[in-house]
């Protein structure tokens, strides 16, 4: 049986195609993974942590068990049915970009935004049918570009965004809807991750990692930055700049940044009571979240309207088998 509503095929079965148009192991900064920058994001060398802002890195297929067990390595003393039960999903092989969505990234879309419509079905999953944008969306999107950058002043000057470049364009960008992050990585040549491929990348697949870096608690060398760790009001820190914290495969801030949207119109596990129709899950806590909050299987949402001082993005892209 194949699930196509969320993020992954069922272990047990596969998805049709649709196509668009050990535990605390870290591998190097250069991992063979690292797929050549790209995108129009990337037309300026941005640099993050080293490296280049727009680095992607390809992710094999493999199995997760998703969600959070009751007993199993994974299981934690949270409150939180949402997680429940961890339940086993297979994942093709997708890139993810190895940080989330920086400003000066942004800064380039919004540089030639000018209300464009954004095309049915792009940024569709290419095993998930009807997954690509829909025409009647565009009517979420600012029509001009000084509408989009009033939409990038959510915080009252503590959000990351400045109208003009300046210091902190390597922070992650922040206060962006789902419809628009969504047509970022449409623009950027790329996708929204789904529920599924976001954990799988976070938890290290097989590994099943309570957190993206292993089993240790989360402090402030690890997540970037964790409630405590961070002045009154200073609550971006640059992308990249927490490497004690990156994934498996080399990905970067999963916990403690920004929460970032996905694909996915959220949907319990089993256990979860139901939200109102056309609420999206967002993956890995933003930057006020205690340590048990940085964990891979956690899980958000929001009606995709919603704007929020830590609501981001970060891409991913196909890639051939």
């Keep these: 049986m194949a699930r196509v509503f969320g993020a992954y095929c069922v ?8 196509l668009f ?3 605390e192991r870290q591998l190097p900064a250069d991992v063979e993974h690292l797929v050549p920058r790209q995108g129009q994001s990337c037309a300026a060398e941005l640099r993050c942590g080293g490296a280049s802002c727009c680095d ?21 003393p949270v409150p939180n049915p949402e997680e429940l039960p961890e339940h086993p999903v297979a994942v093709e092989p997708y890139s993810l970009d190895r940080f989330e969505v920086t400003v000066g990234r942004f800064r380039a879309f919004v540089e030639g935004w000018r209300g464009q419509l954004i095309s049915e079905g792009a940024g569709a ?22 509408a989009l950058v009033g939409t990038l002043h959510c915080g009252a000057g503590d959000e990351p965004w400045t109208d003009t470049a300046a210091q902190g364009e390597d922070r992650p960008m922040g206060c962006l809807n789902w419809y ?19 954990e799988y990348a976070a938890a290290g697949g097989e590994q099943n990692r309570v957190y993206p870096w292993g089993t ?14 961070h002045a009154p009001g200073d609550f971006f820190a640059p992308v990249g700049s927490h490497p004690g914290g990156a994934g498996l495969w080399g990905h970067h801030d999963f916990a403690g940044s920004v929460e970032e949207w996905t694909l996915d119109e959220w949907a319990p596990y089993d256990n979860a009571a139901p939200r109102p129709q056309g609420t999206k899950a967002l993956r890995g806590l933003g930057f006020w979240g205690g340590g048990g909050d940085m964990r891979s299987a956690d899980r958000g949402h929001a009606l995709p309207n919603a704007r929020y001082l830590r609501y981001g993005v970060r891409c991913a892209r196909d890639v051939t088998p």
């Design 216 to 229: 240790l608690v989360a402090d402030c060398s690890r997540a970037a930055p964790l409630d405590g760790c």
């Design 11 to 18: 272990v047990a079965g596969g998805c049709s195609t649709s």
């Design 180 to 198: 628009e992050a969504f047509a970022f990585c449409v623009w950027d040549g790329g996708r929204l991750p789904t529920e599924a491929e976001w």
């Design 125 to 146: 999953h290419p095993r998930i049918p009807g997954s690509g944008w829909r025409a009647e969306w565009n009517a979420h999107l600012p029509r001009t570009y000084e």
């Design 21 to 23: 148009g050990e535990s």
């Design 56 to 76: 992607s890195i390809a992710v094999p297929a493999g199995t997760l068990p998703m969600g959070r067990s009751l007993v199993g390595g994974d299981a934690f």
